[in-house]
Structures are given as structure tokens and as C-alpha cells.
């Protein structure tokens, strides 16, 4: 109990005393994941869309796997990407090993099912309310993708969101393709894991409690932003 | 200038689902100008009728003929449902959709449709979420969306049957404007005396087949088949 309460205060002195090396982390931490969800969500809401409106051979197989894919383990990804992005890898030439960049991708791997599936059942819903009237005026697939996808963009914010609390919690993956590197790979789960490893019990909890007020904040930003939960809305 | 879809020839046209006959087999054509009522009891196949000629329903037997190419004739028409289906925008954000969907300009666009909101009274809601608007304010919304391409042949699926007389009256008098710019208008109901007040033409379905079809005022003053006369005596037909 000594330990959360000296961790808490621990994180407001960090905050408070405007510590370079944290900003630094929090910083990559952001630039890391806010660069995965927006990469995950081009690559995701189309691709939920899209399976939504088509009907094919293996849609349910399809579908059934993209689900099994949320559930993808962030170590057997980071140890995937690690081998593909090393060396003697087909993209080791690429020198992407042990960079931001490799974290990035590690994290689009883990949430692109994730923001897909989200995307998938909310838009098969709308699409259940629109299908008569899109038919009737004669859209193409492209229009009808478009308009489910700016019609139900609320719905597709709440994936967006979760597959960034997913990204920004994420340590396995991001550990290995990025090594944790000081001033360089470093974000707050793997300084987290670090702290802990060293029994800086406090430090790693002042850490942990900016992480969550990090998470919270980026959801009400983006809340904010996008005009969720206004009664005019509903 | 975009050549006449109509008139349209339906021969032995026949919609089953799941190896039950719904409508068929079904021969009518369907003539360049007026305002065709299909009417029948609930169940009599007058929706499907409806989808049918619309392109909703492909019939497993018969034929659709029209007078132009199809994509023609999926330009030309419109269809407006017995529940509006509303997008999740504002009311002129609904109305300006189907020309979006064209690529016409959005500053075009939206002066067209102020002017269609204006027409149907709506202007006072233009930004108002149409989730949110009365069953005839949705209707008289979807109306005018389907209208503002100016299609040559508009099919309505009852679209007063949830309304009280007051948006009936609105619906009917921006119907009858349409049907006098010239569009071709084919509407289902099992309102009497809206056949009455409407029709040029009627088609009487019953149990999924034209029971009579022809002048609606020869249809009130005469109906030629018992089923018919039942049914415009109120009484209840199985």
C-alpha cells in the first residue's frame, strides 16, 4: 500500500519537475502509438467495411479469423517482426531493427484486427439500416464503403480508441523489436518493466499511474475533438 | 437529354422465395404518364409488385421490359419506403446525398437542396439531425431526396401508412406536384379514398396476382372482379 501511495507521489514530483527524460518517454510513447492507430485505422476501417458489404466464398471464415486475430499475442508478434526485420531477415537490409519504426509496425500488427472487427460489426449494422436506400440509388461498392465508414465514424472512434489503449498498454512486442533503448526505444511500458526489474518498486508505479492519465487524456481529447456524447449527437 | 425509360412491359413476371410463390405471374405495362396506384389487402403482394419493378426483387420467371439500357434506367428512378430510411446527417445533408453520389458540386448541391427543403416546409430543420424529425417531417425529407434527381419514374411503398391526415394531406399535395412536373409515379396503399384522391391508373393485386387493372375511376365506379367490390365495401378478404 506504501508503494502506491509513494508511487502516486512519485509521479506528481516527476511531472512537476518537468524531468526531460520523462517527457522524452511520454513523447515516444504518443508519437509510437498515435502513429500505429492512425496507420491500423486506414488499413482497418476499410477492410471491416469492406467485409461488411461483400458477401464471398469464405466471409464467415474470414471474419472468424480477423475475430481470433484480436486475441494475437504481442510477444509472438514482436518475436515475428523481430526475425523478419533482423539481419539475416528478408527485410533486415531495411536496418529497421531496434527503431521506433519497428515498434510501430509490431503495434499495427497487434491492433489491426482489433479496429477491422470493431469496425466490421459496427458498420454491418448500419449497413443493415442503409442497404435498401444505398441499393435503391444505385451506389458503387466505393460509395457505399465511404458513406458507412463517415456515417458510422463515431462507432469507428470507439475502435480507434480501443486499439490505442491496446497499442499504449502494449510491452512484449515493442520490447523486443525495439530493445528498449535509452533516448532512443524507451516508452513508458518498457520503462515500466525496466524500473520494476531493478525493484524501483515506487518509480515504476509513478510510471504506471502517468501511462493511465496518459490514456485518459488522449480519450478525452479525441472525445472532445470529435463532438461524442453531445445530447444533439444522440 | 436522357431518353424515356418508359414504357416499361412486365410479362409472366414471377418473384417466389424459398420455393413459395410471392407475386405472378404478372403481366401489366406501365405507360409513360399518370399516377398508378397498386392496391390490395395486406399480404395481396403489392410491395413486392412494387420492389420488383424497382429492381429490388429479380423475378425467377418472366421478363422486364424496358424502353432504355439499364443503367439508364437505375438513374431514372427512385424509391421512397414505407419507413424512411434517414443517413445519420442533417436534414439537408440528406436531401443534398443523391447528388453527391453524382458529382455534382457541393455548393450546387446545396442550393438545390434549400430549395427542396424550402419546398416541403422544412426550412426552420435544414441542420437538424433527420433521426430526430417526425415520421412526416422523415417522409416528406425522403420525398424530396428522391425527387431531386429529377428520375422520371418514382415508386412509393406506402408512404402515408403511419401518418395522421395532416402530413397525409402534405404528402399527397407534394405527390400531386410531382406527378404534374411530369414524373411518372407508381405508389402502393390500402387506402381507399387515397386511390380515389390519386390514381389515374389502379392495379388491384390479390393473393399475389392483378386481379384488375385499368382506369382507376372505371376501377371505383365498376370494379369488374368480386375480390375487388369486397374490398371496396371494407369488408375482409382472406
Known amino acids: ?234 | 437529354m436522357v431518353d424515356t425509360i418508359l414504357p416499361l412491359n412486365v410479362k409472366n413476371a414471377t418473384v417466389k422465395k424459398r420455393d413459395k410463390r410471392i407475386i405472378g405471374p404478372i403481366n401489366i405495362q406501365i405507360s409513360t404518364k399518370g399516377f398508378t396506384i397498386i392496391m390490395g389487402p395486406n399480404g395481396s403482394g403489392k410491395t413486392t409488385l412494387l420492389r420488383l419493378l424497382h429492381g429490388f426483387e429479380n423475378p425467377c420467371g418472366g421478363i422486364l421490359n424496358w424502353n432504355s439500357d439499364v443503367e439508364s434506367v437505375q438513374q431514372n428512378q427512385s424509391f421512397v419506403f414505407q419507413t424512411p430510411i434517414m443517413l445519420r446527417r442533417t436534414a439537408i445533408e440528406n436531401v443534398t446525398y443523391p447528388l453527391s453520389l453524382r458529382g455534382i458540386p457541393k455548393d450546387t448541391a446545396l442550393k438545390i437542396a434549400k430549395e427542396w427543403i424550402s419546398k416541403i416546409n422544412l426550412d426552420h430543420l435544414c441542420n437538424t439531425n433527420a433521426r430526430f424529425l417526425s415520421g412526416g417531417e422523415k417522409q416528406k425529407l425522403a420525398i424530396a431526396r428522391a425527387l431531386i434527381t429529377k428520375p422520371q419514374l418514382l415508386f412509393l411503398d406506402e408512404p402515408t401508412a403511419n401518418l395522421d391526415g395532416s402530413a397525409t394531406k402534405e404528402i399527397e399535395k407534394l405527390l400531386q406536384e410531382a406527378h404534374n412536373a411530369g414524373t411518372r409515379i407508381i405508389m402502393t396503399t390500402h387506402d381507399i379514398g387515397q386511390g380515389k384522391r390519386l390514381a389515374d391508373d389502379l392495379i388491384f393485386l390479390y393473393r399475389g396476382t392483378i386481379h384488375e387493372s385499368g382506369k382507376a375511376k372505371d376501377f371505383y365506379k365498376k370494379p369488374e372482379t368480386q375480390e375487388a367490390r369486397a374490398f371496396l365495401n371494407g369488408d375482409i378478404l382472406e
Open chain 1, 1 to 234: 500500500m506504501n508503494d502506491i501511495v509513494e508511487g502516486m507521489l512519485s509521479a506528481f514530483r516527476l511531472i512537476f519537475s518537468l524531468d526531460r527524460d520523462l517527457f522524452e518517454i511520454i513523447l515516444l510513447s504518443l508519437q509510437v502509438t498515435l502513429t500505429a492507430v492512425i496507420i491500423a485505422s486506414i488499413i482497418g476501417m476499410p477492410m471491416g467495411a469492406w467485409l461488411a458489404v461483400n458477401r464471398f466464398k469464405f466471409r464467415r471464415f474470414t471474419i472468424a479469423i480477423l475475430n481470433a486475430l484480436m486475441g494475437l499475442p504481442p510477444v509472438v508478434v514482436g518475436l515475428i517482426v523481430y526475425i523478419m526485420l533482423s539481419r539475416s531477415g528478408p527485410f533486415g537490409v531495411l536496418n529497421l531493427l531496434f527503431t521506433p519504426t519497428a515498434m510501430v509496425i509490431a503495434q499495427v500488427i497487434i491492433i489491426t484486427p482489433l479496429i477491422a472487427s470493431i469496425s466490421h460489426q459496427a458498420i454491418r449494422d448500419l449497413w443493415a439500416d442503409y442497404h435498401d436506400l444505398l441499393i435503391s440509388l444505385n451506389t458503387t461498392k466505393r460509395q457505399r464503403i465511404l458513406t458507412l465508414i463517415k456515417d458510422a465514424r463515431r462507432s469507428l472512434l470507439t475502435g480507434s480508441l480501443a486499439g490505442f489503449g491496446r497499442a499504449i498498454g502494449e510491452v512484449g512486442a515493442i520490447m523486443i523489436v525495439g530493445g528498449n533503448i535509452d533516448h532512443l526505444t524507451r516508452v513508458l511500458t518498457t520503462a515500466i518493466a525496466l524500473e520494476t526489474g531493478k525493484g524501483e518498486f515506487a518509480f515504476a508505479l509513478a510510471l504506471g499511474f502517468i501511462l493511465i492519465a496518459l490514456a485518459i487524456i488522449v480519450n478525452l481529447a479525441i472525445h472532445t475533438i470529435s463532438k461524442t456524447e453531445r445530447a444533439s449527437n444522440w
